[in-house]
């Protein structure tokens, strides 16, 4: 069982910068990978940003391409969200997850999951 703790989220201005930490219970391996996931009211959830420990390969949604950047601490049990040029769009409880085998942004694959933290963007 991997428990997963979300924090860094807050009320910030359009423009702005926040940055996301997620610490993973247990010190994982190279077979998982973590993402990174968000859920505004009235929404579905949906996918923001994967890292890969053994290939430190990243994904991204469009949407915040070119202004979010998921990495990992050496530990291997953190993961970060430096997020910038905020929009107010960009509103939602954001949730760390994790899986372990394979790689992609399916949220039905992922075996793990924070219990989120609040991001709001005001215009």
């Known amino acids: 069982q991997v428990q997963l703790v979300e924090s860094g989220g807050g009320l910030v201005q359009a423009g702005g910068s926040l940055r996301l930490s997620c610490v993973a219970s247990v010190r994982t391996n190279s077979n998982y990978a973590m993402g990174w996931f968000r859920q505004a009211p009235g929404k579905e959830r949906e996918f923001v940003a994967a890292i890969h420990w053994s290939a430190e390969v990243t994904d991204y949604a469009d949407s915040v391409k070119g202004r979010f950047t998921i990495s990992r601490t050496n530990t291997k049990n953190t993961i970060l969200l430096q997020m910038n040029s905020l929009k107010p769009e960009d509103t939602a409880v954001y949730y760390c997850?994790?899986?372990?085998?394979?790689?992609?942004?399916?949220?039905?694959?992922?075996?793990?999951w924070g219990q989120g933290t609040q991001v709001t963007v005001s215009s």
């Open positions: 997850a994790t899986r372990k085998t394979g790689w992609g942004r399916n949220i039905n694959n992922y075996d793990y």
